[in-house]
């Protein structure tokens, strides 16, 4: 009788150790299956970038942001409005990972601040100063016109913060009617205001930059600023000196720079820099 209960107690026990290891193993199974879960999940993690645009960027942007995500892990996220006030938004702290300015006058600024990588910087895009109205209006067709009283008011931004708003002014005052136009102008927050008021014919006629004036249906470019009029009007790139995703930023600044994104950027008037 010993012998069979010692016999039976061998059983239970080898039974139990079986159990044992075959729980382990399957809890190590368990651990390789989540790892490997981790791993493919971080593989197939969308990288996220911030990018600070010039409004005058809107359109094109949201263009490139879909052709660029189509064949990228990456999510572009835009936001829009005039350059000065972005610059005081990362001025401020704003997290973000780059900025893409419609004048070097604040990328020039924020890199000698430390908010902007200087390595980073790149002069990407050239655009124009013109003169609108709406299509139905055909009494002013020059910059001259402005002088004459059949124009009331015109829109222009505000020279302080918006760059078409400066390089408008530097037109102006080049062609000796700055004290006049200033006396006639409305101040826009950015150009994309401008431009809205000109379709509305809340305004007589506005100065924009040659892209947005071709992005509207209801508008009509009647003058463009001769050459040396105003500066350059140069849009530089660069990346924020707090990003944490400067490998991905420089993969879309390559990319924008490229015969590709320099299409897109044709396709809506702009110019590449040279």
């Given amino acids: 009788m010993k012998n069979k209960d010692n016999n039976n107690i061998s059983k239970i026990a080898i ?4 159990l044992t290891m075959a729980a382990s193993l399957g809890g190590c199974k368990s651990n390789i299956s989540d790892n490997t ?4 999940s971080k593989d197939n993690k969308k990288a996220e970038l911030t990018i600070l645009a010039a409004a005058s960027l809107t359109d094109v942007c949201d263009e490139i942001k879909e052709k660029y995500e189509k064949d990228n892990k990456v ?6 409005a005039s350059s000065g006030a972005l610059q005081t938004q990362i001025e401020e702290g704003i997290k973000a990972d780059m900025f893409m300015s419609a004048s070097t006058d604040q990328m020039d600024i924020l890199t000698e601040g430390g908010f902007i990588d200087k390595d980073s910087t790149k002069n990407l895009l050239e655009n124009k100063v013109v003169l609108i109205t709406s299509k139905e209006k055909n009494d002013v067709t020059s910059f001259e016109d402005i002088k004459e009283d059949k124009v009331k008011l015109v829109g222009i931004g505000n ?3 918006v760059p078409a708003g400066k390089y408008a002014k530097q037109v102006f005052e080049s062609l000796g009617m700055w004290d006049v136009v200033e006396k006639k102008a409305n101040l826009g927050a950015d150009v994309r205001t401008v431009l809205t008021w000109v379709e509305a014919g809340e305004a007589d006629c506005g100065v924009v930059y040659e892209t947005d004036a071709k992005v509207s249906d209801k508008v009509k470019i009647v003058a463009t600023a001769e050459k040396g009029l105003c500066k350059d009007i ?5 990346t924020l000196s707090n990003s944490e995703n400067k490998d991905e930023v420089k993969k879309l600044t390559d990319y924008m720079s490229s015969s590709e994104g320099m299409e897109t950027f044709k396709k809506y008037g702009f110019y590449e820099c040279n």
């Fill in 75 to 80: 999510i572009l996220t835009f936001s829009y």
């Fill in 37 to 40: 879960t981790d791993d493919k």
């Fill in 234 to 238: 140069i849009y530089p790139v660069g």
């Fill in 159 to 161: 020279p302080e913060s």
């Fill in 15 to 18: 039974s139990a150790l079986v």
